[in-house]
C-alpha cells in the first residue's frame, strides 16, 4: 500500500494512501467533531454524504474548508483542524443547524443521549441568533407500531437512509423533498406503516437525534404493575442482559443477568421470567421441523423446503413476507422466542397460577423495535387479547429502572423465578449472530445422531462476517449452514435460493448487525462497532458459565413438553408455537 | 432567395409559426413557391425586436414582424424587390433605418461561433449543417488525427468550459482519455437553470448538430461510445430538434457504427431532467441521469475517474461542445487568438433586465461590459441610469459602474467580485433595490438547494430571512456584519458549487452598495423606492385639487378628503398598491 506523509496541526504523520483527514488526525489523537459521519468498522458500515459539514478543517493551498470525513490525505498536505476561520465557520453551521430544530429537550426521548445535543455542548453554543424570526421546518410525526418519527429533528445525515438501504436494502427511507423542507423518509410520503419498512430500528439505532425512535411503552407497564387485579410477569431476551449495563457506565460487555432479575423485581413484577426458556422450546420446535426436513430430504423427497430458515427475528420476517413472499413456505414455522413464550404463559402458566388469561400481563424486555410490531400482529391474539402484552427495549428498560431510583451496579444477584426462567446456554447464545443456528445445531446433532456432542462450541458459526458458512458433519451426513446478519447480507442468500443455486440445509437470519445485541432497541452505540464486539463476547461467556447448554436437556422443557405439549410439532404445539406467514408485497399505499 | 425565420422559443411564442405558413401561402398565390424558401431557423439572437425575418442573400433584416405582415412581405419585396420600410430596424440613436444587420450596432461587435448557424440554417435540416461545413470536423479527426492529436488541438486552443467552472476542456478530456475502462460515456450538460439564461437552449434549438458532432469528435478522443444529453423537460422544442438531429445523423451514419467508414462507433441518447438548479452541478447530473436523487456527492472521485455508473466520463456544458467544431475546422492557433491571454474565444451571453436590447448576443472575450451594455445592447431603458449588472446567475455578483470598462473574462469577473457563470447577464437600472435584488438570488437558492449540506439548506433560508427583514425596515446594523460573516461560512463550508456560490449577490451588494443597506437599516428607506414596507404615499397639498379621483380607486378606503378640499391618505390602512398614483392626473400623490 502507498503511503502519504501530510502535517496536521503542525505534527507529521505518514498513512496509507485512501486515508482520511479525519482517520489520519484521530492516528495523532487530534480530535475533529463529526456529526453525520458514523462508521462501524467492524462491520464495513460508514456513512459519510459530507453532509453536515462540522468536521470541515483547512488545508493549506484549498481556496474553501474541507470535510474531514470525506477528504482523502494527499502527499505533503498540510492541514490545520482548529483555526479561528475553522471554529467560525463549526459554530455557525452549528448554530445553523439548531436554528431549525426543536428545543423540546426536556421531553425529548433522546435527551442525555443526544449526539446533537452533545455537539453544541462541544462547540459551545449558548445562544442561536435570528433564532425568534427563523422559520422552523415542519412535518407530521408519524407514529407506527414500532418507530416514531419526529422530521422535525432531523439534520439531514442520512445514517438511516444508508442503514436502511444500503445495509438492510430495505429501501423504506430515503430523502425527499429538497433545501430547507428536505427531510429523510418513505416514499411518497407514506406512513412508515404502510411502506416496506420492517421494523428493525437500525434508523433508530444510528440516529443521532430524536427525529427516529422507539414507541415508548413504559407508560402502558407502568399502568399494569400499579394495577392491583392484574398478575404481571415479565420474559427478558438474551442480548438484553449483555447491553443493559451500558446504560449504568458499566463497561460494554459487562453481562448484568443478575442485577436485571432483581431490578425488575423491586419494579413489581411478580414473576421474572427469561426469554431463554423459550429460546430453548424454539429449538426443540425448529430442531424438530429442520430434522424432519431433512431426513425427508435425505430420504429422497424432492417436493421439501430446504434450506429451511429461522424465523426468530421479527423484522426478518416482515423482510421476506414484503419482499419475496413467494418463499414464505420456506422459512420455519415456528414462532419467534417472545411468542412462544407468551403463548405458554398464558396457557399453561396461567393455568398453573390459575390466573385468567385476560388478568395476565406479559411484559417482554427486548433488544429489538420490531418485537414492539410483532406482539402486536393479529395471528399472536386471542379474542384480541394478546400473548404478549407489551414489549419495551432495554433502553425503555434502563429509564424504569432508573426512575425507580434503582442502580444495577449496587443491586444484588438474584435468579430467574421458575418454570419460565430456566434456560441452557444454547438459549443464552440466541443474542448473537449465528448463536440460534449453533444451538440448533447441539440438539439437532444429538437427536439425529444419536450421539453426545463432544465439543459444544462451534467456533466456525461464530464472528461478524456478514455472511458465513460452515459444513458440519452429522456423523457421517455433511449439513451445511448458512448464516446472515443485515437484511442486505440476506437478500443475497434468498437470491440464491431462489435460483436455485443455495447449496445450504439451513440459514441463520438475524436483521441487525451482530445479531439481537446490536438490535434496534438496544444501547446507542454511536457509530463504536467494538461495544457490539463487546457485547457478542459477554454472551458467548455466560454461555460457557452455564451448567446446561443444550435445550434439550433443560429440566424445566421436558416437563412442559410431558405435561403440556406432548412432544415437539404435536398438534398443540403446532397450534401454540407456530405460525403462518403473509404476502405482503402488494401493501405498499399511498395515502 | 430564402425567407429566414427566426424559429427560437421567444419568437415561437410570438407567433413566428405563423408567420411562416402565411409566407408561404403567400409565396403559392404568388406561384413563386419554388422558387422562394421559407426557413424556420435557430434563434438570431435579437429578441428584443423578434420575431425576426431576414431575407437572403440581400440580408435584409425585418423586425417585430407579425403573421399578416407576410402578405406585404411577399408582395413587396419577393415581388416588386422593394424593402418593406416599416418593418426596418431603426437605430434608436440616430433615427436612420438599418436594413442590413451587419451594420446594426447589435451585431457589429459579435463574433459568432457558437452561435455560428443559429439564425442561418434550417436545424431540422441535416443537409443544411453539412453545407456550412457540418460534420467535416469529425471527418477530418477520424481520418486524419489521433485522439491525443485532437485533445492537443483542444489544449492548444485554450478553450475553457463554458457552464461556468472554466475549466480547461482539453485538459478535461486528456483526463477521461486517460482513465481505462470497458465503457467510458459522453455527458452533454444541458440542464441551463440560471434565471434569464438561455445559450444553451437557443444553441440547441438553432444547430443541435453542433453539439453531437462535438459530443461524438469527444467520444474518440477520449475512447468513449456512448453519449448523453442531459436536458431540461421544460425545453420542448429543444428536445424535438435533438431527437430529429439524432434520427438524421444516424440515418447519415454520423452516428452509430463505423462512421466515415471508420470502426469508430458512437451514438448518443437523450436524459430528461426535471428542472432542478443543482443538476447543472456535474455530479449531481449524474446522480439525476442514474435514476438516483439529484444531489452532489464529495469530488474526488470526479467524473473523468468515476462518473455515469461509476465509468469514467467527460461533462461538458452545451456552448463549449458547440465551439469544438469550429476549432477543429478552423485550427486551435486561429481560435487563440480571439479573446484574453487566458480565456480564449468567444462567449456567449443572454441580456437581460432594464437594457435595450434583450437578447443572445456572442462577444469575443475582452470585451468590455460597456460595449456589451451600451454599445450592443444599446443602454438602459427609458433614458434610466445604469446601477448594476449581475453575471453569472445566482452564484455571480453585481458589478457596478467602476467595473463597466474590465474586459469580460473568467478571471477578471472573479477578481471584480462576480464570475462568467454560463453567461447570464441581468442589468439594472436606478429603480432596483439592490438588497431586493440579493433577496431575490436568494429566494431562487432557497428553492433550487438540494438540502444536502447543512450550510446550504439552512444557512441560505437565514441569510434570505434576514434580508427580508432588512427590506421590511426590521433589520438593525449588527445583522450586516451577521450577513457578512454567514455569507462567508456558507461559501466556505458548502458541499457543492450551488452553496459555495449562493452567497455571492449577498456579499457583492454588501460591497458595492454598502451604504444603500444601511439606507434600509438606519432611515428605513428604500433609496431605489422599492421596497413596500419602506414607502409612503403622502399628497401634495399644493397640487391637490380635490377631484376625488384617487379617493376613489383606493382598494382600502385609505385616502379621505372632501371634494375639491385637499386629500389625507391614512398610512396605517395604506397597502401601497399604487392605484392612486397611477390615477393622480396632477401629480399630486409622491411615494418617498
Known sequence: ?591 | MHLLVCGGTGCRAAESDAIVTNLQQELEKNGLQDQVQVVMTGCFGFCEKGPIVKVSPDNTFYTQVKPEDAAEIVAEHVVKGRQVNRLLYKDPEKKETVSDSKHMDFYKKQIRIALRNCGFIDPENLDEYIARDGYMALGRCLTELKPQDVINEIKESGLRGRGGGGFPTGIKWEIAAKNDADQKYVVCNADEGDPGAFMDRSILEGDPHAVLEAMAICGYSTNATKGLIYIRAEYPLAIKRLKIAIDQAREYGLLGKNIFGTDFEFDIELRYGAGAFVCGEETSLIHSMEGLRGEPTIKPPYPAESGYLGKPTNVNNVETYANIPVIINKGANWFNKIGTEKSKGTKVFALAGKINNVGLIEVPMGTTLREVIFEIGGGIKDGKKFKAVQTGGPSGGCLTEEHLDTPIDFDNLVQAGSMMGSGGMIVMDEDDCMVSMAKFYLDFTVEESCGKCSPCRIGNKRLYELLDRITQGKGEMEDLQRLRNMSQVIKDTSLCGLGQTSPNPVLSTLDNFYDEYVAHVTDKKCPAGQCKDLMTYTIIEENCVGCTACARVCPVGAISGEKKQVHNIDPEICIKCGACIERCKFDAIIVK
Open chain 1, 1 to 591: 500500500m502507498d503511503k502519504v506523509k501530510l502535517t496536521i496541526d503542525n505534527k507529521q504523520i505518514e498513512v496509507e494512501k485512501g486515508t482520511t483527514i479525519y482517520q489520519a488526525a484521530k492516528k495523532l489523537d487530534i480530535e475533529i467533531p463529526v456529526l453525520c459521519y458514523m462508521n462501524l468498522e467492524d462491520l464495513g458500515i460508514e456513512n459519510k454524504p459530507g453532509g453536515c459539514r462540522i468536521c470541515v478543517v483547512e488545508v493549506e493551498g484549498r481556496n474553501n474548508l474541507a470535510p474531514s470525513c470525506s477528504t482523502e490525505v494527499w502527499e505533503g498536505m498540510v492541514v490545520h483542524t482548529h483555526t479561528m476561520r475553522v471554529i467560525n465557520a463549526r459554530r455557525t453551521v452549528m448554530e445553523f443547524i439548531l436554528s431549525d430544530h426543536p428545543k423540546d429537550c426536556l421531553t425529548c426521548a433522546k435527551s442525555g443521549n443526544c449526539e446533537l445535543q452533545d455537539m453544541a455542548v462541544k462547540l459551545g453554543i449558548r445562544e442561536i441568533p435570528g433564532q425568534e424570526y427563523a422559520e422552523m421546518s415542519e412535518y407530521k410525526v408519524d407514529f407506527s407500531p414500532s418507530i416514531i418519527r419526529d422530521l422535525d429533528k432531523c439534520i439531514m445525515c442520512r445514517r438511516c437512509e444508508m442503514m436502511c438501504n444500503e445495509f438492510q436494502t430495505v429501501g423504506a427511507l430515503s430523502a425527499f423533498h429538497r433545501g430547507f423542507e428536505a427531510a429523510v423518509g418513505p416514499a411518497f410520503e407514506m406512513d412508515l406503516e404502510h411502506s416496506p419498512c420492517t421494523y428493525c430500528g437500525q434508523c433508530v439505532a444510528v440516529c443521532p437525534t430524536g427525529a427516529l425512535t422507539e414507541k415508548d411503552h413504559t407508560r402502558d407497564v407502568i399502568n399494569a404493575l400499579s394495577d392491583p387485579t392484574k398478575k404481571v410477569i415479565v420474559q427478558t431476551a438474551p442480548a438484553v442482559r449483555a447491553a443493559l449495563g451500558e446504560e449504568f457506565g458499566m463497561e460494554p460487555g459487562t453481562s448484568v443477568t443478575g442485577q436485571m432479575v432483581s431490578a425488575l423485581r423491586r419494579l413489581g413484577f411478580d414473576y421474572v421470567f427469561d426469554t431463554d426458556f423459550a429460546a430453548d422450546l424454539t429449538i426443540m420446535e425448529e430442531g424438530t421441523e429442520l430434522l424432519d426436513r431433512l431426513t425427508k430430504h435425505l430420504n429422497g423427497d424432492k417436493e421439501v423446503k430446504l434450506p429451511i430458515l429461522t424465523s426468530c427475528c421479527p423484522a426478518w420476517v416482515q423482510f421476506f413476507e414484503h419482499n419475496f413472499p413467494e418463499m414464505k413456505d420456506v422459512p420455519s414455522s415456528a414462532r419467534s422466542p417472545q411468542q412462544m413464550f407468551g403463548a405458554i404463559a398464558k396457557t399453561y402458566f396461567a393455568d398453573k397460577i390459575s390466573v385468567k388469561r385476560e388478568d395476565l400481563v406479559v411484559v417482554s424486555i427486548m433488544p429489538c423495535l420490531a418485537k414492539k410490531y410483532e406482539a402486536q400482529r393479529d395471528e399472536f391474539k386471542l379474542d384480541g387479547n394478546p400473548d404478549v402484552d407489551f414489549s419495551i427495549s432495554t433502553r425503555e428498560l434502563a429509564h424504569l429502572i432508573k426512575e425507580a431510583n434503582l442502580d444495577l451496579n449496587t443491586l444484588p444477584v438474584e435468579d430467574f423465578d421458575k418454570p419460565l426462567g430456566e434456560s441452557s446456554g444454547a438459549g443464552v447464545i440466541f443474542g448473537a449472530t449465528g448463536g440460534v443456528i449453533e444451538a440448533a445445531t447441539r440438539t439437532a446433532y444429538e437427536i439425529h445422531t444419536n450421539k453426545k456432542l463432544e465439543k459444544l462450541d462451534f467456533e466456525e458459526l461464530r464472528g461478524l462476517d456478514g455472511i458465513r458458512s460452515a459444513t458440519i458433519d452429522f456423523d457421517g451426513t455433511p449439513i451445511n449452514i448458512g448464516i446472515a446478519h443485515g437484511l442486505g447480507n440476506a437478500r443475497k442468500l434468498l437470491e440464491d435460493i431462489k435460483a436455485g443455486k443455495s447449496q445450504f440445509h439451513a440459514i441463520e437470519i438475524m436483521s441487525c448487525p451482530g445479531g439481537c445485541i446490536g438490535g434496534g432497541g438496544q444501547p446507542i452505540h454511536h457509530g463504536d462497532s467494538s461495544i457490539l464486539k463487546a457485547r457478542t463476547k459477554a454472551i458467548y461467556a455466560e454461555d460457557a458459565g452455564k451448567p446446561i447448554r443444550k435445550s434439550h436437556e433443560n429440566p424445566y422443557i421436558i416437563k412442559l413438553y410431558e405435561e403440556f405439549l406432548g412432544k415437539p410439532m404435536s398438534e398443540k404445539a403446532h397450534h401454540l408455537l407456530h405460525t403462518a406467514y403473509f404476502d405482503k408485497s402488494k401493501k405498499i399505499e399511498i395515502s
